[in-house]
T-cell receptor, first 114, second 115 residues
Framework: AQSVTQLDSQVPVFEEAPVELRCNYSSSVSVYLFWYVQYPNQGLQLLLKYLSGSTLVESINGFEAEFNKSQTSFHLRKPSVHISDTAEYFCAVTALRGYQKVTFGTGTKLQVIP | GAVVSQHPSRVICKSGTSVKIECRSLDFQATTMFWYRQFPKQSLMLMATSNEGSKATYEQGVEKDKFLINHASLTLSTLTVTSAHPEDSSFYIC???????????FGPGTRLTVT
C-alpha cells in the first residue's frame, strides 16, 4: 500500500515570488509519482510525472519537481508564480506493477496574491 | 488526445430519486475507468474500478447497491446514485486508463446536489 502526505493545506504567495509545494510518500514497492492541478469546479489535469530516468521533471508552464528517493519526496517548485497558477495541487503515487490504484494526497491550495 | 468527458456537469435532484452520471473517453478506448468522489477541501477518494464487460470492483466502505456502475463499452462508463440522500451530495470525478498503462485521464467532474 502507498500513502501520500501533503503537509501544507494552503500556501499563499505573492505574484512573481517562488513557491514550493511539499509532497512525501511512503511505499513498500517502487512507484510512479504525479502532480495534478485542479482549477475550481473542474477535474484534474496532469501537471508532471516521474516514471524513471532524470529525477528532475518539468512541466510546460514552468513547474518542476524533483524525485528524492532517500527522502521519499517529490516536491513541486516554481521560481516565479503567476495569478493563473492559483489552484489546488495534488500529489499522487501509483505502484509500478500490480493493481495500479492511484493514491492521492490531500491537496495544497496555492493562492497567488497580486 | 486522451480526452474524457462527463455528463452532466451539474445535477440537482430530490432526495429519494436516482441520478445517472456518464463518463466517456472521446478519442481512445478505455478498458478501465475509475470513479472518485471528492468532498469539499478534501482529496479524491476512489470509489470503484470499472472494467469493460465485467463487474466493477468497489473500494471498502462503498455501497455497491447504492452506487451502481456499468461499463458497457470501451468508451462509456456510468455511475448511478440510487435513492440519493443529501449526504450523497459531492463532486464525482471519473478517469479512464489507456490499455494497461499507468496514466489516468480525468473527466471534468459532476457536481451532485441532493435536496
Amino acid at each position: 500500500a502507498q500513502s501520500v502526505t501533503q503537509l501544507d493545506s494552503q500556501v499563499p504567495v505573492f505574484e512573481e515570488a517562488p513557491v514550493e509545494l511539499r509532497c512525501n510518500y511512503s511505499s513498500s514497492v517502487s512507484v510512479y509519482l504525479f502532480w495534478y492541478v485542479q482549477y475550481p469546479n473542474q477535474g484534474l489535469q496532469l501537471l508532471l510525472k516521474y516514471l524513471s530516468g532524470s529525477t528532475l521533471v518539468e512541466s510546460i508552464n514552468g513547474f518542476e519537481a524533483e524525485f528524492n528517493k532517500s527522502q521519499t519526496s517529490f516536491h513541486l517548485r516554481k521560481p516565479s508564480v503567476h495569478i493563473s497558477d492559483t489552484a489546488e495541487y495534488f500529489c499522487a503515487v501509483t505502484a509500478l506493477r500490480g493493481y495500479q490504484k492511484v493514491t492521492f494526497g490531500t491537496g495544497t491550495k496555492l493562492q497567488v496574491i497580486p | 488526445g486522451a480526452v474524457v468527458s462527463q455528463h452532466p456537469s451539474r445535477v440537482i435532484c430530490k432526495s429519494g430519486t436516482s441520478v445517472k452520471i456518464e463518463c466517456r473517453s472521446l478519442d481512445f478506448q478505455a478498458t478501465t475507468m475509475f470513479w472518485y468522489r471528492q468532498f469539499p477541501k478534501q482529496s479524491l477518494m476512489l470509489m470503484a474500478t470499472s472494467n469493460e464487460g465485467s463487474k466493477a470492483t468497489y473500494e471498502q466502505g462503498v455501497e455497491k447497491d447504492k452506487f451502481l456502475i456499468n461499463h458497457a463499452s470501451l468508451t462509456l462508463s456510468t455511475l448511478t446514485v440510487t435513492s440519493a440522500h443529501p449526504e450523497d451530495s459531492s463532486f464525482y470525478i471519473c478517469s479512464a486508463r489507456l490499455g494497461s498503462g499507468y496514466e489516468q485521464y480525468f473527466g471534468p467532474g459532476t457536481r451532485l446536489t441532493v435536496t
